[in-house]
């Protein structure tokens, strides 16, 4: 393996040679002596082997080949400096912020958040993990999660209600009944679609029936398109069964009990009184979104 001869110090001395005019102006604004500057050129100059000045009265001009090099050499010099400063950033907030997000929580909120933590904290990284119906209780590796709300645990933060809508195309069948409410006993009767996951924290009464028949689909967003396709009838996420609704691919069911049953979804940490600074601004700003 090859050691550089120069070194980025000695380039940047020379690029703050050019671009203040002069020895004793660079050496002012580089808080140095006018030797130091002098020395790191001439080392600079003896270790590439070429000249990369001239001297002309008391102005330093660069010559052609040291115009080419500095060219080449400014950008890594700049890549340093902003090496150095996130590691002065990561000195006083942590590196990265582990998020996992059930799926069911609508992306508009999760995104907004995460665009207006990347602008506070650019130097700090998300790993955002989204799954359906994820278990955040057991999944390892976590500083924050989104999940479905556990009335038994104490240290979660509600943030919202998801409202489940019970949908179905319009050519469905339970769309038929003209001026019939439908009963449970009724939905038992045609397939409805299920939406799994990788765990089960989440309210599974509230995603399919405890009885019937069963599409079971891994997606919120497959669940949507199997109901619209007319496949099953199902409860799906108003936020996104929206632009269906609106365009009248997908149609409230007109049901005997509740036409919407809520979701509720809680911020957990993974230790709240061990989180970060960066931990702990992103978690409010999941709370405000």
């Keep these: ?30 808080n140095r002596s006018q030797s130091a500057v002098s020395y790191a050129v001439a080392r600079l100059q003896e270790r590439a082997g070429i000249d990369l000045l001239v001297i002309d009265g008391r102005k330093a001009q660069l010559t052609d080949a040291g115009r080419s090099l500095l060219a080449e050499a400014v950008p890594l010099v700049d890549e340093l400096l902003r090496i150095e400063q996130r590691a002065q950033a990561l000195t006083e907030t942590q590196a990265n912020v582990r998020l996992h997000v059930d799926s069911i929580y609508p992306r508009t909120k999760l995104f907004a958040a995460l665009r207006a933590f990347s602008a506070a904290y650019p130097q700090v990284e998300i790993d955002l993990r989204e799954a359906t119906r994820l278990a955040a209780y057991t999944e390892p590796g976590f500083d924050l999660a989104i999940v479905a709300w556990t009335p038994a645990r104490a240290d979660q933060h509600h943030l919202l209600d998801v409202d489940m809508l019970a949908l179905a195309c319009p050519a469905h069948a339970l769309n038929g009944r003209s001026g019939r409410t439908l009963s449970a006993s009724t939905l038992a009767g045609h397939r409805c679609v299920s ?5 089960a924290s989440a309210n599974a009464a509230t995603l399919a029936p405890t009885n019937g028949r069963v599409w079971q689909v891994n997606t919120l ?69």
């Design 1 to 30: 393996m090859r050691i550089p001869k120069t070194t980025l110090e000695q380039w940047r001395v020379l690029q703050a040679l050019v671009e203040y005019g002069g020895f004793a102006q660079a050496a002012e604004r580089l």
């Design 195 to 199: 939406i799994i996951g990788e765990g």
């Design 221 to 289: 967003e497959a669940a949507v398109e199997a109901v619209a396709s007319g496949l099953c009838w199902g409860w799906l996420p108003a936020h996104l069964a929206a632009p269906y609704l609106d365009d009248g691919r997908l149609v409230p069911l007109a049901l005997s009990g509740p036409i919407r049953r809520p979701i509720p979804l809680a911020l957990c940490y993974a230790d709240e009184a061990e989180a970060g600074t960066a931990t702990h601004a992103l978690a409010q700003l999941l709370r405000d979104a």
